[in-house]
C-alpha cells in the first residue's frame, strides 16, 4: 500500500516562497509518476506539478510555469515542490499523489492526505 505523507504548506505573503515535501513509502516507484495537485474553495481540484520518476520529465501548470519547481530525492523516497514568487490565487489545498505509469493523465491512483497553503495579499 502506498502511504504519501506531506509537510511544508502555511501562510506566506504574496511574492513569498514555501517548500511543500512529500514522503512515499509502501513501493518500488521507478516506474511511477508523481506530483502534486491543488484544490482552491469552490473549485475543481487541478494539477500543479508532475514528474515522471524514471526520468524525471516534468509537468506545469502554465500558472505556475516559471514559479514553481518540483523534484524528488530518490534516497529519501520524497517528492519536493518549490513554489516562489507566490500569489493570492495559489491559496489552495495541495495534495501529493502518485500513479502507476508515464502519463501525467489522470486518473491518480494514490493521495496524501493535503497540507493548506495561504498566500495573503
Known amino acids: 500500500q502506498v502511504q504519501l505523507v506531506e509537510s511544508g504548506g502555511g501562510l506566506v505573503q504574496a511574492g513569498g516562497s514555501l517548500r511543500l515535501s512529500c514522503a512515499a513509502s509502501?513501493?518500488?516507484?521507478?516506474?511511477?509518476?508523481m506530483g502534486w495537485f491543488r484544490q482552491a474553495p469552490g473549485k475543481e481540484r487541478d494539477r500543479v506539478a508532475l514528474i515522471r520518476w524514471s526520468d524525471d520529465t516534468t509537468y506545469y501548470a502554465d500558472s505556475v510555469k516559471g514559479r514553481f519547481t518540483i523534484s524528488r530525492d530518490n534516497a529519501k523516497n520524497t517528492v519536493l515542490l518549490q513554489m516562489n514568487s507566490l500569489k493570492p490565487e495559489d491559496t489552495a489545498i495541495y495534495y501529493c499523489?502518485?500513479?502507476?505509469?508515464?502519463?501525467?493523465?489522470?486518473?491518480?491512483?494514490?493521495w496524501g492526505q493535503g497540507t493548506q497553503v495561504t498566500v495573503s495579499s
Open positions: 509502501g513501493r518500488t516507484f521507478s516506474r511511477y509518476t
Open positions: 499523489s502518485a500513479k502507476t505509469g508515464l502519463s501525467f493523465r489522470e486518473p491518480y491512483d494514490y
